[in-house]
């Protein structure tokens, strides 16, 4: 029996080593916040860490990922939010906590905004509580990774908060120049922006255009102005686009792979705008 004991217990030691091994090299991998989103967060309920009091107005911006990790443009799109709250007087909070998610938090906060966002990253409880936020009337802003996933657990994020499913980008060049179109008027996200542009970008293309079901479409890809492969949609190519999603107010932009696109004016313009927008600051619409 004690030679049995003894093997045994050599075979649990080896697979401990084993396990430390492995702990180890995704340590190494993906560093200690990937680590930590990837084998120890997972959608588990964490401490929420947000403040318990914010100015008002405030925005939350969420920038977990449980997909594709757009690495560059995270902490550039971070930067960038943390630089339009202090200059337009907004309570920040950035986190990738999504324990975050719940009604009394989400209260503290008048917009949501998806910074990459991708992967399964709620439990049922947190998909509920920021469902209700959102269709009860808080702001969501949402753009590139956040609406780039190719299959979605979550029905109603992809169907109707963003309202077009991802189906791909060109892969020969992956980022290519492309002619940008204005059509949303007077809408806050796009008002000043020249009547077009140039813009480089790996150029997202979805299942079928939300103005199918009323989405109201901001700007638009010209698809001869670069080469979409096998994922050309036609003459109705959005590129970014808002509704009401209940009493909610929902913006979308695909743009936004690379670092640089954060430094760019026009789409500073844009973000700028569209929060303003789902901050209920200027514009219309979702009363």
Same mark, same amino acid.
């Given at each position: 029996?004690?030679?049995?004991?003894?093997?045994?217990?050599?075979?649990?030691?080896?697979?401990?080593?084993?396990?430390?091994?492995?702990?180890?090299?995704?340590?190494? /991998?993906?560093?200690? +916040?990937?680590?930590?989103?990837?084998?120890?967060?997972?959608?588990?309920?964490?401490?929420?860490?947000?403040?318990?009091?914010?100015?008002?107005?405030?925005?939350?911006?969420?920038?977990?990922?449980?997909?594709?990790?757009?690495?560059?443009?995270?902490?550039?799109? *971070?930067?960038?939010?943390?630089?339009?709250?202090?200059?337009?007087?907004?309570?920040?909070? %950035?986190?990738?906590?999504?324990? #975050?998610?719940?009604?009394?938090?989400?209260?503290?906060?008048?917009?949501?905004?998806?910074? *990459?966002?991708?992967?399964?990253?709620?439990?049922?409880?947190?998909?509920?509580?920021?469902?209700?936020?959102?269709? @009860?009337?808080?702001?969501?802003?949402?753009? $590139?990774?956040?609406?780039?996933? *190719?299959?979605?657990?979550?029905?109603?994020?992809?169907?109707?908060?963003? @309202?077009?499913?991802?189906?791909? $980008?060109?892969?020969?060049?992956?980022? %290519?120049?492309?002619?940008?179109? &204005?059509?949303?008027?007077?809408? &806050?996200?796009?008002?000043?922006?020249?009547? $077009?542009?140039?813009?480089?970008?790996?150029?997202?293309?979805?299942?079928? +255009?939300?103005? /199918?079901?009323?989405?109201?479409? =901001?700007?638009?890809?010209?698809?001869?102005?670069?080469?979409?492969?096998?994922?050309?949609?036609?003459?109705?190519?959005?590129?970014?686009?808002? $509704?009401?999603?209940?009493?909610?107010?929902?913006?979308?932009?695909?743009?936004?792979?690379? &670092?640089?696109?954060?430094?760019? &004016?026009?789409? %500073?313009?844009? =973000?700028?705008?569209?929060?303003?927008?789902? =901050?209920?600051?200027? @514009? #219309?619409?979702?009363?």
């Amino acid at each position: 029996m004690a030679g049995i004991s003894r093997a045994r217990l050599a075979r649990a030691l080896d697979l401990v080593t084993v396990f430390a091994l492995a702990a180890i090299v995704a340590l190494v /991998a993906f560093g200690w +916040s990937g680590f930590q989103r990837y084998y120890v967060d997972g959608v588990k309920l964490l401490a929420a860490t947000a403040p318990d009091e914010a100015e008002r107005p405030a925005i939350l911006v969420f920038s977990k990922t449980r997909g594709y990790r757009h690495d560059d443009a995270i902490p550039a799109a *971070n930067d960038l939010f943390a630089r339009f709250a202090r200059e337009q007087g907004w309570d920040y909070f %950035q986190t990738e906590n999504a324990a #975050n998610f719940t009604p009394e938090m989400l209260a503290r906060f008048d917009a949501v905004v998806f910074n *990459n966002v991708s992967g399964d990253v709620f439990t049922p409880q947190q998909r509920e509580a920021f469902r209700a936020y959102v269709e @009860g009337g808080g702001g969501f802003v949402g753009f $590139h990774g956040s609406g780039g996933d *190719n299959e979605y657990a979550w029905r109603w994020y992809v169907d109707e908060l963003i @309202g077009a499913q991802f189906i791909g $980008h060109p892969m020969a060049p992956q980022f %290519q120049s492309g002619r940008l179109v &204005p059509e949303g008027g007077d809408h &806050p996200a796009t008002a000043g922006l020249p009547p $077009h542009w140039f813009w480089i970008d790996e150029f997202y293309s979805f299942e079928a +255009s939300p103005r /199918a079901k009323g989405y109201d479409i =901001l700007l638009t890809i010209d698809e001869e102005s670069y080469a979409p492969e096998r994922l050309a949609m036609g003459s109705d190519h959005p590129m970014a686009w808002w $509704h009401c999603q209940g009493g909610g107010r929902a913006f979308y932009s695909a743009l936004g792979h690379r &670092p640089e696109s954060y430094t760019e &004016p026009e789409y %500073q313009a844009m =973000l700028l705008g569209a929060t303003r927008w789902a =901050l209920r600051l200027e @514009g #219309n619409g979702c009363e």
